[in-house]
């Protein structure tokens, strides 16, 4: 993830083999899901720019992406 932190667009690059639809999900400290959002690819390494919704304060929040039954998991700082 960069950068990091963030002012609220920011870059997330994963790996998987061939054509994959996965989602990428953002949670605050409470563990409420405040953002997702549907991502794929069709290549083995992929970069996706995020930019999270405007009403979220400045903190932490925590991001995973899913895909195919795996997933990567993280911690991104906002500061607006």
Not at 14 to 36: C, D, H, R, T
Not at 67 to 77: L, V, Y
Request: charged share 10%.
């Amino acid at each position: 993830v960069w950068p990091n932190p963030s002012s609220g667009t920011f870059n997330i690059s994963y790996s998987v083999q061939g054509n994959a639809k996965g989602i990428l999900e953002v949670y605050n400290m409470l563990g409420q899901k405040v953002f997702s959002r549907i991502v794929s690819t069709n290549s083995e390494t992929t970069t996706v720019s995020v930019t999270l919704p405007s009403n979220l304060s400045s903190g932490f929040y925590t991001y995973r992406v899913l895909f195919e039954g795996r997933q990567s998991s993280g911690k991104i700082g906002l500061f607006r």
